[in-house]
């Protein structure tokens, strides 16, 4: 049997006594919080005192950190007085090289300047001419080809205008290829091989050997590097400026423009090119020339033909490598070489038209290989460094010029050449001994 309804009485009792139950719990809550006194939610002003509680705490603790991570620092310090000299010496290395770094830049900043306002030049230039079918690149190549040529006849006959006289006599002229950022080098080698001063100019009115250090202008006239070299040529007077704007890529142009100003300076009998970064014994180099002195057309110096490099990124790379083959012609070593006087004037009455590539030696063998040339390959002008040249040396046959195979001069020749010179150079004053 089914059990019982519930009944409307028994549903209200079981209603009100839940409704009665939840006001009662209330109730008590309320009257709780009255007699502790105490508030459920802390105040705003309790919560800013807490937050600066715990911030003042943590800085106290930041504090103590930086003070026990500086008591460790000082532990691990070494006193001033643990400095040894190869410390010293590392750091005037390292200021030494950042100054030259800074040249290069300030010299790379000036070509960049020069080459925006040549291009801005050259664009307002073919603008306004219409009429011209030539390509952009073709009438920018010839305009910059004129310029060269024009710049360098007019320096030239700025010159001898100045000096109001014909080109000067000598038995040969001695261009030192150098650069703005190699100070250095040239006070190194005005210290051992070239005379200064007096004894240079004795040199050049006894013997007739000429020296100087060849250098251009900045891609900027009158800026600080050509400042800086005036500077130093009021006080040593042994430049050859020549109308050329520096740069490694233009070693090619450089020669040319070396020998063409040499040239109307003066009439040498030989004009030879030396890097400043070798050992050269002037006298001895003045010597072998003489042999070769009523020869028609010498081309002397250490002959090579190596491999021609195609790949990109390699140093000496041939951009057109294409035109060689696998080898190159053979041609003198970049370090040092020689021309009679007719070879010198055909490349300066043909500098126009000679083609140039990126390294100045290849360019020079280049110029010189359709032509009835006799090539003296002398490897006294291409021993190593001690010991080699000084057991020549000692035997009393003197090395025209000495270097570095691996680095294509003396390595680190500022700080070596000096060591290399006492040990392979002829006795001081051979040059004004040697009969030519």
């Known amino acids: ?47 800013g005192l807490v937050k600066q509680e715990a911030a003042g705490e943590f ?15 000082e532990e691990f310090r070494p006193p001033k007085d643990s400095y040894d000299a190869k410390e010293i010496l590392s750091h005037i290395s390292q200021l030494h090289s950042s100054v030259r770094t800074l040249e290069k830049s300030m010299l790379s900043l000036e070509a960049e300047l020069a080459a925006s306002l040549k291009q801005q030049q050259g664009e307002d230039a073919i603008g306004r001419s219409s009429t011209s079918t030539e390509p952009v690149k073709q009438q920018q190549q010839k305009k910059n080809q004129q310029q060269q040529q024009q710049a360098v006849v007019n320096y030239v006959q700025g010159r001898n205008e ?23 080098r040239r006070d190194s080698v005005r ?11 004795k040199l050049e009115e006894e013997k007739g050997i000429v020296m100087r250090f060849v250098i251009g202008h900045g891609a900027i006239r009158g800026g600080i590097l050509d400042r800086a070299l005036d500077a130093e040529d009021n006080q040593h007077h042994d430049f050859l400026r020549i109308e050329h704007v520096e740069g490694y890529l ?22 030879v090119k030396v890097d400043d970064d070798i050992h050269t014994n002037v006298g001895t180099l003045a010597q072998t020339l003489a042999t070769h002195r009523h ?18 990124g390699v140093k000496y790379y041939e951009p057109e490598y294409w035109k060689f083959g696998e080898k190159y012609f053979m041609h003198a070593t970049g370090q040092l070489y020689g021309l009679s006087r007719n070879l010198a004037e055909y490349i300066a009455a043909n500098q126009g038209i000679l083609k140039r590539y990126v390294n100045e030696d290849v360019s020079l063998g280049s110029w010189l290989l359709g032509l009835d040339v006799e090539y003296v390959n002398d490897r006294s002008l291409c021993c190593s460094t001690p010991p080699a040249c000084e ?10 010029a000495s270097f570095d195979w691996s680095c294509s001069g003396i390595c680190r020749s500022v700080g070596r050449l000096m060591d290399v010179h006492q040990r392979c150079g002829e006795p001081e004053g051979y040059a004004l001994q040697v009969p030519l």
């Open 1 to 47: 049997m089914p059990p019982p309804l519930p009944t409307t009485t028994n549903v209200r009792a079981r209603a009100l006594s839940t409704k009665w139950v939840v006001m009662l719990c209330i109730g008590c809550f309320w009257v709780g919080t009255l007699f502790t006194g105490k508030r459920v939610w802390p105040s705003p002003a309790t919560t």
């Open 59 to 73: 800085e106290k603790l930041l504090v103590q950190q930086q003070d026990e991570d500086m008591d460790d620092d």
């Open 162 to 184: 100045t000096s109001g006289r014909a080109a000067k006599k000598a038995f040969v002229v001695i261009g030192i290829n150098t650069a703005f950022s190699s100070r250095k």
């Open 191 to 201: 210290q051992t091989w070239m005379p200064s001063g007096e004894k240079l100019r």
């Open 250 to 271: 233009e070693l090619s142009a450089k020669t040319k423009i070396y020998f063409a100003t040499a040239v109307s300076l003066w009439d040498a009998e030989f004009y």
């Open 295 to 312: 020869k028609p057309a010498v081309y002397i110096g250490c002959m090579k033909s190596g491999p021609v490099l195609s790949h990109r």
């Open 391 to 400: 057991w020549k040396a000692k035997a009393g046959n003197y090395c025209v």
